[in-house]
């Protein structure tokens, strides 16, 4: 990211004539030193106890401070200060040796959603930016120049990354007109730079790094510190060298970026260098060097990952970062260790939601001392991953390692959950029975896999993964639409995911860990041979093989809370047989408490369903794509309110429950990101607590899933969930044979 810094120091010549004194003037220039120099730890140091101690920063600083977390990848502390600037610009301190500060807290939102792997938000943020500048105040800003680069540099970064061709050669433009005069040069085309490759225009990227403007003049360097460009400059060039195929040149540039000792500074460089030089080293043979640099990277990917604050931004993080896991992956796979590469695929798509629990300020059913020692354990990761290499680093590890251990001691369980220690094959073994198969389809680039795991077995299977994507949507909208012919699209799937490993897979209970556009499969509706998977397997999905060790034991059910046919206010919109539905379940299930049509509340659910061991809803539900943390369940309007109780209410509620059935559409669909987190309902409910969920894949009809649901609910008294699952499915699939009326129902969690 470029800061303000750049500009700064370039007139610091001028600064004693228009400063208060020399003692301030000598902190701007010692600040703006520190920023050019990339010594932002040092900043860190200088600023955050000023800011702890409730004192007043100028603006500038606290531009520099929220800078600074930026470029060390602390997240969660650099939008807080971010928040702090623009409190303060808002109450008028906007502006500084002439330059106009109100566009720097959009711009900085902008370049941390980049990093963040947001680019829509980033797109919303340098836009929001570039209206403030664009404003008279900010034409009138003697640095109109520079911001103009650093606004639109964003914004058209944004738009490449999101496809926008069209946008992002708009913002070219706008940064290609701003003339390369004294110390503009370096950011103009390295911004110009950083577009084109983004659009992977790489001879454009080069051309614009070796324009003789980049550099600046003799006079102005005597004031202008261009330290901060020796290291994104050098590795966009490296960069472009290598995806043209200088891959030569490529290797001197990386090797030369790694031996410089600012490279730890810049996370968001430091694992991409790694990335391809690993890349170089399998091109030319050197697999053992290539595994070391790509270990490397993740472990850097993981350390600032455990600084984003919010689940959708660190979902995004390792989105982009992938490519790291997944070239990993397949170098151990071809190196014969499926069991460290099924550990590989673990560690990138099964640690969101541990982080997800990590991150929380609060963490519902625990006790006070637990919160203690869990804020104790965020304060040590935060000193640790702010200052990694400063004086008293041994100290501060020391502490992060007590920390953990009184997280321990104090709460074992939530220990586990969000201490993120990668989890070993074995562990995972350990937790399956003897007569179940783990299942978990891992993509890694252009391949696909498949980890077959046993208490006694691991094995990868290569699967051939062409056209994967576009047979999931045909197969999936032919078996969620009862007049459509789904044989053909049935019979495709199971000979390309399921007959490659179907020799493999032992005993009754199998468990399918999907992966990208495997989420929205109906496992059991693949057919081979003339038979159904749900004929010869209790199925059960889970987002990822490690949640494993986390799943609570099943308890035994002494209360449930069923809800159905909500009223919505809209006749359209009733759900009869959802109604009987209730009805019947309520009169199956214990100590049932029923609540129907206007008493069927979201804040009944809020206020109650943490006392109850069952909870079932019979409604309409909405899956939103888009937002997924707003997909809803449609509930009863109280005083007012909507009645949604969406994925985001989920993820406040403490639950002790040892199911909980979503009898609603659409309600196991989950927003896939590129990292392959998945965010829906059944992950939402997991943080909640509880112990399984039973959710639908499209939209159900509503006759058949009450016939399926009290079959269900009457086979649950003597058999497992994914046993009764299995049982109301086939019973269901006798009358009903269409996929559409018993396939799309999904067990997530425990199966017992």
Partial sequence: MVRLQAILNGILVLLFSVMGGPAEAQGVMKLSSLMQKQEHHEVIRLLQPQVDRKEKLPSFSLFCLASSYGEVRDYRAEFATVDLLEKQVAQGEDHFFGGYLAPYPMLLRSQAYLDLGEPDQAVRAAAAAWAILDSPPGRASSFHAMDTILVQGSLGLAHALLGHIHEADGCLAAVEAVPATGVLGPHKYTAIAKI??????????????????????????????QTFQDLPKPYIYTKCLFETGSLKEARAGFDELLRNPRIEDLGGIHWAVLLDRARIAQAEGEASRAEGWL????????????????????????????AVYQDLIQLLVASNRPAEAFEWAERAKGRALVDLLASQKRLAGHGQGSEAALAGLGEAEERLTVVPDQPGATGTRGIFVKARA???????????????????????????????????????????????????????????????????AKARAAFANPSAAWE????????????????????????????????????????????????????????????????????????????????????????????????????????????????????AVKASAPHFDLLHFAAHGLFDPDHPLDSAIFLSGKDGSDGRLS??????????????????????????????????????????????????????????????????????SGLGKAEALRQAQLSVRAGRPHPYYWAGWLLTGNDR
Avoid at 198 to 214: C, Q, S, T
Avoid at 304 to 320: K, L, M, N, P, Y
Avoid at 430 to 454: D, I, N
Avoid at 589 to 603: F, G, I, K
């Fill in 647 to 716: 994925v985001a209410d989920l993820y406040s509620l403490s639950l002790d429950a040892d199911l909980v059935t979503l009898s609603a559409c659409e309600s196991a669909l989950s927003s896939i990101s590129k990292g392959d987190d998945v965010v829906g309902f059944t992950r939402g409910l997991l943080f909640a607590g509880s112990r399984s969920i039973l959710s639908s894949l499209w939209k159900v009809d509503d006759e058949a899933t009450r016939d399926l649901m009290v079959r269900f609910y009457t086979g649950l």
């Fill in 488 to 603: 053909d699209g049935s019979a495709a799937l199971f000979r390309q995911i399921y007959a490659p490993v179907a020799g493999l897979v032992r005993g009754r209970a199998l468990t399918i860990v999907p992966q990208g556009p495997l989420h929205y499969v109906p496992f059991a509706a693949l057919a081979g041979s003339g038979r159904f998977l749900v004929e010869d397997h209790d199925l059960r999905v889970l987002p990822s093989a490690s949640v494993l060790t986390l799943l609570k034991p099943g308890k035994a059910v002494s209360n449930s809370l069923i809800l159905g046919n909500p009223a919505l206010g809209d006749a359209s919109l009733d759900l009869a047989f959802a109604q009987e539905e209730a009805k019947a379940v309520s009169r199956i299930l214990p100590e049932s408490t029923l609540l129907l049509r206007e008493a069927a509340t979201a804040e």
């Fill in 295 to 322: 270990k490397e990277a993740a472990e850097i990917v993981e350390r600032q990952r455990a600084s984003i604050g919010t689940e959708a931004g660190r979902i995004g993080f390792v989105g982009d970062k992938q």
């Fill in 196 to 225: 084109q490759m983004a659009l992977k225009r790489y001879p454009k990227a080069l051309e614009a790094l070796r324009n003789p403007d980049i550099k600046v003049n003799a006079l102005v360097r005597m004031f202008y510190n």
């Fill in 406 to 472: 009184d997280l321990a001691v104090r709460d074992p369980e939530l220990a586990s959950l969000v201490m993120v220690s990668p989890v070993r094959a074995s562990a995972i073994q350990a937790r399956l029975r003897p007569e179940e198969t783990l299942l978990e389809y891992v993509q890694a680039g252009k391949a696909w896999y498949a980890f077959v795991v046993t208490r006694e077995d691991l094995r990868a299977v290569a699967l051939d993964g062409a056209g994967l994507e576009e047979r999931v």
